[in-house]
């Protein structure tokens, strides 16, 4: 499955070095993020459920945060130091290649499309010499890439940081809008331009930056193994590089042998008086459904009351007179959050504040929840988020409560002049992580189900034969024609498992204290006293998209969706201009340095 390339080395023992400088730090409690990319799972359901639904007994909140943790053996910050025009360059460099995926690829040696990504890895090989020297690089599937940084203690579980070197494409029609060439990489003095300079090759780049640069100052040889996975079509779902690269670490270090993962995902950014860090602790699920619809077909001189095309036009019109209700599971993380929130934030509003109270107070009291509080919370993501400025999107924060349908596909017909036979669609469904793929099934079943049989056609759905209610299934032969529903582009996909988000897990800890370190040594901390005394809050979040991370699963239960990236909105990712700033840049490799030595310093994990 992979071929390795080079054998690691013995690197130089650690030097001594001044101890770094601290920040004046002070403990308080966690916020979330909101933001599009803090993300609530929910599950489908009506509102109503809130009050009628049986009780449950569900754990307290905790919002304790960890303490900054700085590494011991050396200043890592200072390898950084100096260097921000090479880590630039590398990132300029590395979005001049211009590693496109598609949604239909060929195989690997036949579509000419993946041969761009020997070129990516021959940048890398030029780029970071001493990776190339120290690590062993393994070649998985041709295009994604392994790199294994081989501890001194086998006793330790590795530390696996992942990212992905596609990008998705550049449309023509759009060049010409871009202010700065799109496969550019120009930096301006502030940001550096480009496709993938925020999604995902700084994440990629920044890791490998990190590691040039400890490898670079001969101050730090890994006791715990360090391994870093690059996948080729995270864009497009992960199903080629990231899923051959999980079977490959899995099949050499077995199934839970990672210590803990991170990949990229939210960032930090200030909401309500307050800096949050705000890691995505799982992910909603994915479905993409086909409704096709099957008729006689015939002249269109003699049509029916309804073609196909209008038919499947009345399927997809029942199905968004129905959108999932929103619902607030009183077990999300976003809960957490926003009883941090009330904590912490100095403007959070005060109806929040007293809603999410009466939340934690009832969980905390009782193990069951205050269900009148709680749709007080889950109308203000519904609504109120925006009508307060929180969100900038008129239902979003919907979206966030709530598994989501959206129609982005549909064909059908050939000729002006024929009735078209076979009408297809695509229904694209981001799930809840309280849900699952059968149950949105079910759901779409129920809900189509009685405007099928008023129609007269028959349904099949998901490979059974449904009868529909009324009809008797020796009836569902129906004249005018079949509704058939199924999987498209073998897209099914659960939600992921939700990794530990309180201090009391040695990985939230880790990841914690190493946002709050970095935090607490930024150059602004050392300008003034009284940027010294700000402070950053984690926050768990969820994502409602879907990351390579899906396919880590069997590796370990803690996985983290997270870029130190201060100030991280959009930066344009997936549109026109695309960009990063470079001091953000920066700062995220220190990060990941810091973060790697944080982590093998750890016996915790």
Not at 440 to 449: F, G, I, K, N, Y
Request: hydrophobic share 40%; with cysteine.
């Amino acid at each position: 499955m992979g071929v390795q390339e080079k054998h690691s080395t013995p690197l130089p023992e650690p030097a001594t070095a001044m101890p770094p400088k601290k920040a004046g730090w002070q403990r308080t409690l966690a916020l979330v993020l909101l933001l599009p990319l803090l993300y609530l799972v929910t599950t489908p359901g009506s509102l109503k459920a809130l009050s009628s639904a049986p009780a449950q007994t569900y754990k307290a909140v905790t919002c304790e945060q960890a303490k900054p943790i700085i590494p011991q053996s050396f200043n890592v910050s200072e390898i950084v130091a100096g260097q921000k025009d090479r880590i630039v360059d590398w990132l300029s460099g590395a979005v001049k290649v211009p590693t496109e995926i598609f949604d239909v690829m060929g195989e690997i040696g036949e579509d000419e499309r993946w041969d761009v990504f020997y070129d990516f890895a021959d940048y890398l090989e030029q780029a970071f010499p001493l990776v190339h020297e120290y690590l062993t690089r393994t070649r998985v599937v041709t295009h994604a890439l392994v790199y294994e940084w081989k501890g001194s203690d086998e006793s330790l579980k590795p530390l696996l940081i992942t990212g992905h070197q596609d990008v998705v494409p550049v449309l023509p029609a759009t060049r010409g809008l871009w202010t700065h060439e799109p496969y550019g990489g120009e930096y301006d003095g502030e940001f550096i331009w480009g496709r993938g300079s925020s999604d995902d090759k700084s994440g990629t780049i920044g890791v490998l930056s990190a590691v040039e640069l400890l490898l670079q100052s001969g101050k730090f040889t890994p006791e715990r193994t360090v391994i870093l996975a690059f996948g080729i079509d995270e864009e497009t779902g992960g199903k080629v590089g990231a899923y051959h690269l999980g079977q490959w670490i899995e099949h050499k270090y077995g199934k839970d042998s990672i210590a803990m993962l991170v990949d990229e995902g939210s960032g930090v950014t200030e909401l309500w008086g307050m800096q949050y860090a705000t890691p995505a602790v799982a992910e909603k699920g994915y479905l993409d459904v086909e409704l096709k619809v099957e008729t006689l077909g015939g002249h269109s001189s003699v049509p029916p009351p309804h073609t196909g095309i209008g038919l499947i036009s009345l399927l997809i019109a029942e199905l968004e007179r129905h959108p999932h209700e929103p619902y607030l599971n009183p077990d999300s993380p976003l809960v957490t959050a926003i009883s941090c929130a009330a904590d912490s934030a100095p403007e959070i509003p005060k109806s929040i504040y007293k809603a999410i109270r009466k939340v934690t107070d009832s969980l905390a009291a009782r193990g069951t929840v205050d269900k009148k509080a709680l749709k007080t919370v889950q109308d203000w993501w519904v609504t109120g988020s925006y009508e307060d400025g929180s969100l900038p999107i008129k239902g979003m924060g919907k979206a966030m409560v709530s598994t989501t349908q959206a129609t982005d596909i549909i064909s059908g017909g050939v000729k002006v002049n024929a009735l078209p036979e076979v009408v297809t669609a695509i229904i694209n469904h981001r799930i809840s992580i309280a849900s699952s793929v059968s149950e949105l099934q079910d759901r779409l079943v129920d809900v189509l189900s009685p405007v099928v049989g008023k129609l007269n056609l028959s349904l099949t759905a998901f490979g059974e034969d449904v009868e529909l209610k009324g009809c008797p299934m020796h009836m569902t032969a129906a004249k005018a024609g079949r509704v058939v529903l199924s999987e498209a582009f073998n897209s099914s996909l659960n939600p992921a498992p939700v990794s530990p988000f309180t201090v009391e897990s040695p990985a939230w800890r880790l990841l914690s204290g190493t946002v709050k370190g970095v935090y607490a040594t930024r150059p602004e901390a050392y300008l003034s006293a009284e940027e010294a005394r700000k402070e950053i809050q984690m926050a768990p979040s969820l994502s409602t998209g879907n990351t390579d991370t899906k396919r880590y699963w069997n590796l370990t239960p803690n996985i983290y969706r997270f870029a130190y990236q201060l100030g991280k909105g959009f930066n344009n990712v997936h549109t026109v201009d695309e960009h990063i700033n470079a001091d953000t840049f920066v700062e995220q490799v220190r990060w990941f340095a810091n973060f790697i030595v944080n982590v093998d310093e750890s016996r915790e994990i």
